[in-house]
């Protein structure tokens, strides 16, 4: 089956994460600006955009799944709004336990920032908050947790609990299982943070910076600079995106409360209103105070391309995670037996290939592989064919 991905929307409380969740998923969660109003992980569904390939073949897609929108596929993927966190989440402040759990069933973060600098770490209200520190103090929470794991880790290897035989990177990798790692990737980040692999040479800041890497390579993050709509958050918008400490982040500028705005005016039959895109046509009656609202949504829009909802989820899945989508050809180029057309898209990860993509449709359709075929080209495909973005496969099996 194909893998379900799961966002991680993770944030301080009184952010605007629960708009966030809301906007992207249209689901009512409550939205309460006090800690712990989402206690129960809301999971949702929410959609990437993936441009249909039917058109190139001169058809109509019938979805399976999400929808299709004027050659705009909408394809669903799981967006987790993971519970409040607090500073000393990762020593069971707050909801912390939960809050790491929760984090561990997810693929890839989006890390929703009051850029406007108006919740202080605690998501009180304050004026002039750096939203610098709260990018840090989740890194540094997160760090922290992946460190406690690493540290039992080490000491069972040290405590002697383990064969002779055993590399520390292979100890390493059952104790941090959770975080969907191995040994492979456990021993490229040794090497890279280059401290050698005996971990009796290790001291704590060689333990921290490992955990880090761990971390960044098992939890990658994209951040959600939200209330972007208010000039103080476009002024630190400004200064943290040309700040060098902050190249290594991917920072997507947002308005989960436009987003919002749009897509309930759009419910309402009041406008027209893709999501993700770049402008929108009034089509019902709005009062004079209404109008006024939806122009500086459009201005917003204008300066900065979207709401930026749409692009955190893509930003953080295509770019960040590296996933692929494909689309299932079938015997008739587009079609299957039940004259469905492109009724799947599949979400894969990176690097996959036809084999993979094969095994992710079923275990029987892998294990019978023959070849793929490109039905664009109509070239045959061998098994290690590498599944690009947007490939249009059809897959020939002995079973």
Request: glycine residues 8%.
């Amino acid at each position: 089956m194909s893998q379900s991905y799961r966002i991680g929307l993770v944030g301080k409380p009184s952010v605007g994460k629960s708009s966030f969740f809301n906007a992207a998923t249209m689901n009512d969660v409550p939205e309460g600006a006090y800690p712990f109003t989402t206690i129960d992980p809301s999971v949702g569904e929410a959609y990437v955009r993936v441009d249909c390939a039917a058109p190139e073949f001169d058809e109509e897609c019938t979805p399976n799944v999400g929808y299709c929108d004027h050659g705009t596929r909408f394809v669903p993927t799981k967006l987790v709004d993971v519970a409040g966190l607090i500073p000393g989440a990762h020593e069971g402040a707050g909801l912390g336990n939960q809050f790491l759990s929760d984090l561990n069933e997810t693929d890839v973060l989006v890390h929703v920032v009051d850029f406007s600098g108006k919740t202080d770490l605690e998501g009180e209200a304050t004026e002039g908050h750096d939203p610098r520190d709260d990018i840090a103090f989740l890194e540094e929470e997160l760090d922290q947790w992946y460190l406690d794991v690493l540290k039992k880790g080490i000491n069972r290897y040290e405590s002697g609990y383990t064969t002779e035989d055993d590399a520390i990177e292979e100890e390493l990798a059952e104790q941090m299982s959770a975080f969907k790692t191995n040994e492979d990737e456990i021993k490229l980040l040794i090497r890279r943070v280059d401290i050698g692999f005996d971990p009796e040479e290790w001291d704590d800041d060689d333990r921290l910076e490992l955990a880090r890497e761990i971390r960044k390579e098992t939890k990658p993050m994209v951040i959600a600079a939200n209330k972007m709509d208010t000039p103080e958050a476009q002024e630190n918008y400004e200064e943290i995106t040309t700040d060098p400490a902050y190249e290594h982040l991917t920072i997507v500028p947002c308005s989960a409360h436009a987003e919002k705005a749009l897509k309930s005016a759009d419910k309402a039959g009041v406008l027209d209103y893709r999501p993700g895109d770049s402008d929108f046509d009034i089509s019902g009656d709005v009062s004079g105070e209404q109008e006024q609202g939806l122009e500086q949504i459009r201005d917003f829009l204008s300066e900065y391309g979207a709401t930026g909802v749409q692009a955190a989820l893509e930003t953080a899945l295509f770019d960040v995670l590296g996933v692929t989508p494909v689309f299932p050809g079938g015997a008739n180029g587009l079609g299957n037996e039940r004259g469905e057309v492109l009724p799947d898209c599949y979400l894969i990860p990176p690097n996959s290939t036809a084999e993979d993509f094969a095994y992710s449709l079923h275990s029987d359709i892998g294990d019978g592989f023959l070849h793929a075929i490109d039905c664009r080209s109509n070239r045959q495909l061998g098994k290690d064919y590498e599944v690009e973005s947007r490939d249009v496969i059809e897959i020939i099996t002995t079973n």
